[in-house]
C-alpha cells in the first residue's frame, strides 16, 4: 500500500505500533514501511525488550515474532495481555503449524501474517485491526458515559427529596424513585405495576382518582393537589404530599427501555413527583386548634363555639326546629383554685370536662367560654323537658367528689338556659340570655339550673327604673308581709306561719317575690328587704305569741346572699333582740345548695343561731342535693317537702313515691316535716297517712295580711273552714 495516507489513530493522534523480532534486519524494515504509513512506530530487538517497553509505554498494536529466544512471542503477549490489554496484537511470523496460529489467536492476537510478509497486504492487516480497534474503543468510550449519565441521573431522581414517579395510562406504576421508602415504607419493586389508588388514604380516593382523569391536564398545566397516602404496615398511618402530575408527550418520553429503579418507565403515560407536606400540614393543624380551641380542656374556644351556634341557627330557622345554650358556671371553683394552686385548679377542669363531655351526645358541642364557664350547644332538644333532663344530668354529673391527688373536693355547677327561638334569635343573644338566667340560678342557691324567661331581662331603663322604685319602696315602706298558715295535720290547728313579703306598689298594685326578688338580691338591697320583712314579721308574731299562741312558729325564708353574708348570725340576732322575739319561736327557711355552698361556715352559723334556740328548716327538699350526709352533721329541725313532689300525689304512683321517701326519711331522722303546696283533700289525706307532721297550701288558705290571720286565730275553726270549702 502506498504510504501517501497517513495511517492516523482515529482518537489518540497517529497509532502507535510496537514491532518486536529479535532480527534487527526485519524489526527495521518493518518499522519503516508502517513510519511511511504515518504510524508512531518503536522497535524491540527480542522479547525481553518488549516487555520493559511494554512496561513504560502505551502501544494501540503490537507486531510480534513468536519464534524469539530467552523470551518468545507467546510470553510477550500474556505480558502485554496483563498490562495493557487494549493493546491490539498481530502475530508476524515463520511459523505455519495450525497449532501455533490458533494458539496465538487463542491468546489474544487479531490477526495473523506469515513471513516474508507482502507489504501491502501487511499495511492492509494493520489498518484493518486498528480500524476496528478504534472503533472498539469508541464504542467502550460511549459506554462509559452512558454509564456516567445514567449514574448522574439515578443519583439525581433518587437523592430527591421528592418521589418521583411515572404511571401507565391506566395508573399503574411503571417506575418509582427510591424515596417512597424513607417517606412511606414500600419498596420501589414492591409497588411497581401496582395501582396508585393502593396507596392512597380511602378519603381522598375519589379526589385522587379524578385529578388524573381531569380532561384539561397537560405537561403546561399539571395537577398539583394535596393528598394523603398511606404508609406501610400495619399501623395505616398516613402521610399528607403535595402531588404535581402531568401526561407525558410520546415525543418526550420515546424510551421503553430499561430504567434502573423501581420500574423501567415502561409505557410510561403520566410523569409525577409527590412532595411531604406532612410538618406543614401538622404546623397548620395545630395553629388552626390553637385558633379554635381551649389547650387546657382541648374543647372549642368561644369563637368555634359562636361558629357552630351561628350554624345550628341557620339549620334550626330553616326546619322549624329549637335547639338550647346552656351557659354553665362552676360553683365554688375559685376557692378550690386560690387554696390549692392553679395546677390543681387546671386539673380540675379537665376532670370536669371529660365528665360533661360524658353526659352528650355527638352533635353536642361543649366548649370552654373562658375560666370556669362552659357553653354548651345543643342542636337538637324538642322542648324544655328535654334540656332539663340534659341540665340534671350535667348537675348530677359533677356532684361526686373530685380527687386531685390527695384533696377531695366538691364544685357545682349553674346553668342558665336560652331555648331558640323563643329565648332569642341571634347567636348573641342567645348565649347573653342563657348567661342572665345562669345569674339567676348563682343568685338563688347556685348548682341548678334555670330556663331564660323575659321577667329576668328587664331592659336596662325598666330594670333602672323599678331598682329606684324598690329604693324608694324600702324607703317608704311600700313592703308587706303575708302571712301563709302552717297547720298540724293532725288537729287542723295553725301552728305555724311563713312570712312572705310583697310589695305594694303605688300604680302597679300588689306585686309578688317572683317579680322583685331576683332585681332585690343582684342590687344588694335584699339585706335591708330582709331586715324590714323580719322586723314586721316579728312585730306581729310576737303580738299575737303575747296575746296567747305562745307555741305560734314564725318562718322566715332566707336569700343565700344573705346567709353567706359574714355578719349574718349578728345581724339576725340583733333584729331578734331589738323585737323581743323569743329566738325558739323563729324558724329560719334556707335551701340545700345555700349549704352545699360552703358546708364548714354555713354550719358554724347555723349551730351558733341552733344554741340560741332558732329553729331550722330546709326549704324545697328534694329538688338539691337530697344528701343524707349534711342532714344528721346539721342542727336541722324541719324538712319542707317541695310542692313540686305534693302535687305529684294527684298525677302518678311513681312521683307519689318520693314523697314517701321523704317522710320517712324525716321520721328516721327525726326531723318535722312540713309538706308545702298542699291544695286538695285528697293531698291532705295522702299526707296525713304517711305521718306527715305539718301541711301548708291552698287548700288551708294563701298567704294573707296580718289582719286577715288575726281573725284566724281568733276563729280558727270557722275561718279555716271557709277556705277549706272555697
Ligand atoms: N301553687 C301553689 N303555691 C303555693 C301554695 N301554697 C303556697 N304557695 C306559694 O308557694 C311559695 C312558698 O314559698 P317558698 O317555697 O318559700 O318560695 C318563696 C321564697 O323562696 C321567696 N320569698 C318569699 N318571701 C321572701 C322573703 O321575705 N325573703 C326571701 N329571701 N325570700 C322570700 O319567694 C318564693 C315565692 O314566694 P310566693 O310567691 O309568696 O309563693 C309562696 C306561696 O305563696 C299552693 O297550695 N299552691
Redesign the pocket.
Known amino acids: 500500500m502506498a504510504p501517501d495516507q497517513p495511517n492516523k489513530h482515529t482518537l489518540h493522534g497517529a497509532a502507535r505500533i510496537l514491532v518486536v523480532d529479535d532480527e534487527p534486519r526485519l524489526a527495521s524494515a518493518l518499522s519503516t514501511l508502517l513510519r511511511s504509513c504515518g504510524y508512531d512506530v518503536t522497535e524491540a530487538h527480542g522479547g525481553k525488550q518488549a516487555c520493559e517497553l511494554a512496561d513504560t509505554l502505551r502501544f494501540d498494536l503490537a507486531l510480534l515474532d513468536l519464534r524469539m529466544p530467552e523470551v518468545d512471542g507467546f510470553a510477550v503477549m500474556s505480558h502485554l495481555n496483563s498490562r495493557q490489554p487494549e493493546c491490539a496484537i498481530i502475530v508476524i511470523s515463520g511459523e505455519s503449524s495450525f497449532t501455533a496460529v490458533s494458539r496465538a489467536l487463542r491468546r489474544g492476537a487479531l490477526d495473523y501474517v506469515r513471513k516474508p510478509f507482502d507489504p501491502e497486504e501487511l499495511i492492509a492487516t494493520v489498518k484493518g485491526v486498528i480500524g476496528k480497534q478504534s472503533l472498539l474503543k469508541a464504542h467502550e468510550d460511549i459506554q462509559v458515559r452512558l454509564e456516567k449519565s445514567e449514574a448522574l441521573h439515578r443519583y439525581i431522581v433518587n437523592s430527591s427529596p421528592d418521589i418521583v414517579f411515572m404511571l401507565d395510562a391506566k395508573g399503574h406504576f411503571c417506575f418509582i424513585n427510591s424515596k417512597v421508602e424513607s417517606l412511606l415504607g414500600y419498596k420501589p419493586a414492591e409497588l411497581c405495576g401496582k395501582h396508585f389508588r393502593n396507596i392512597l388514604d380511602e378519603r381522598d380516593l375519589a379526589r385522587g382518582v379524578y385529578a388524573l382523569n381531569a380532561p384539561d391536564i397537560s405537561a403546561d398545566n399539571p395537577r398539583t393537589l394535596e393528598i394523603r397516602l398511606k404508609t406501610r404496615g400495619s399501623r395505616r398511618a398516613t402521610r399528607h404530599f403535595e402531588i404535581t402530575a402531568f401526561p407525558i408527550s410520546p415525543q418526550a418520553w420515546t424510551h421503553n427501555g430499561s430504567t434502573n429503579g423501581g420500574g423501567n418507565g415502561q409505557n410510561a403515560s403520566y410523569y409525577g413527583t409527590a412532595r411531604d407536606v406532612t410538618e406543614r400540614k401538622e404546623a397548620e393543624a395545630f395553629i388552626n386548634f390553637q385558633a379554635y380551641h381551649d389547650l387546657l380542656t382541648r374543647l372549642p374556644n368561644r369563637a368555634l363555639f359562636k361558629d357552630r351556634l351561628e350554624l345550628a341557627i341557620t339549620h334550626a330557622r330553616r326546619g322549624h326546629q329549637k335547639l338550647a345554650v346552656m351557659f354553665l358556671d362552676l360553683d365554688r371553683f375559685k376557692i378550690i383554685n386560690d387554696t390549692l394552686g392553679h395546677a390543681m385548679g387546671d386539673r380540675l377542669l379537665q376532670a370536669v370536662t371529660q365528665r360533661l363531655e360524658g353526659c352528650l351526645r355527638k352533635g353536642d358541642t361543649l366548649s370552654r367560654f373562658g375560666g370556669d364557664e362552659f357553653t354548651l350547644l345543643l342542636p337538637s332538644v324538642h322542648g324544655h323537658e328535654d334540656a332539663s333532663q340534659i341540665a340534671r344530668k350535667l348537675i348530677k354529673t359533677l356532684k361526686a367528689p373530685f380527687l386531685l391527688g390527695e384533696h377531695e373536693v366538691y364544685v357545682g355547677v349553674s346553668i342558665g338556659i336560652a331555648i331558640y327561638p323563643e329565648a332569642g334569635c341571634s347567636m348573641d343573644q342567645l348565649i347573653q340570655n342563657a348567661d342572665i338566667a345562669m345569674y339567676h340560678v348563682k343568685a338563688r342557691g347556685k348548682d341548678s339550673y334555670r330556663f331564660y324567661s323575659e321577667s329576668m331581662s328587664i331592659d336596662s331603663t325598666h330594670r333602672l327604673l323599678l331598682e329606684r322604685d324598690l329604693r324608694i319602696a324600702l324607703e317608704k315602706k311600700e313592703l308587706r308581709v303575708?302571712y301563709?298558715p302552717q297547720v298540724c295535720a293532725r288537729t287542723d290547728q295553725i301552728v305555724g306561719l311563713?312570712?312572705?313579703?310583697r310589695w305594694q306598689h303605688p300604680e302597679r298594685g300588689l306585686l309578688?317575690?317572683?317579680d322583685f326578688?331576683s332585681l332585690a338580691e343582684e342590687t344588694k338591697l335584699?339585706g335591708l328587704?330582709?331586715e324590714q320583712?323580719l322586723d314586721q314579721a316579728c312585730r306581729d308574731v310576737g303580738q299575737w305569741i303575747r296575746a296567747g299562741h305562745k307555741d305560734l312558729r314564725l318562718a322566715?325564708?332566707?336569700?343565700p346572699i344573705?346567709v353567706e353574708h359574714p355578719r349574718f348570725v349578728e345581724t339576725l340576732i340583733e333584729r331578734v333582740n331589738a323585737n323581743r322575739f323569743p329566738p325558739a319561736n323563729l324558724e329560719i327557711?334556707i335551701t340545700e345548695n345555700v349549704i352545699m355552698n360552703d358546708l364548714e361556715q354555713i354550719s358554724q352559723k347555723l349551730r351558733e343561731l341552733a344554741n340560741i334556740g332558732v329553729r331550722i328548716a330546709i326549704?324545697?327538699f328534694g329538688t338539691g342535693y337530697s344528701s343524707l350526709n349534711y342532714l344528721h352533721r346539721l342542727p336541722i329541725h324541719t324538712l319542707k317537702v317541695d310542692?313540686s313532689f305534693v302535687k305529684a300525689i294527684r298525677s302518678g304512683v311513681d312521683d307519689a313515691c318520693i314523697v314517701n321517701a321523704i317522710v320517712a326519711m324525716a321520721h328516721g331522722l327525726k326531723l318535722e316535716i312540713v309538706a308545702?303546696?298542699?291544695?286538695t283533700e285528697k293531698q291532705l289525706d295522702y299526707l296525713r297517712a304517711l305521718g306527715c307532721h305539718q301541711v301548708?297550701?291552698?287548700?288551708y288558705g294563701?298567704?294573707q295580711p296580718a289582719a286577715e290571720i288575726s281573725k284566724l286565730l281568733t276563729h280558727p275553726k270557722t275561718e279555716m273552714a271557709a277556705t277549706a270549702s272555697s
Open positions: 303575708f301563709q311563713e312570712a312572705l313579703v309578688y317575690p317572683r326578688l335584699i328587704l330582709s320583712v322566715v325564708n332566707l336569700s344573705e327557711e326549704d324545697d310542692q308545702e303546696g298542699v291544695e301548708q297550701g291552698f287548700f294563701p298567704a
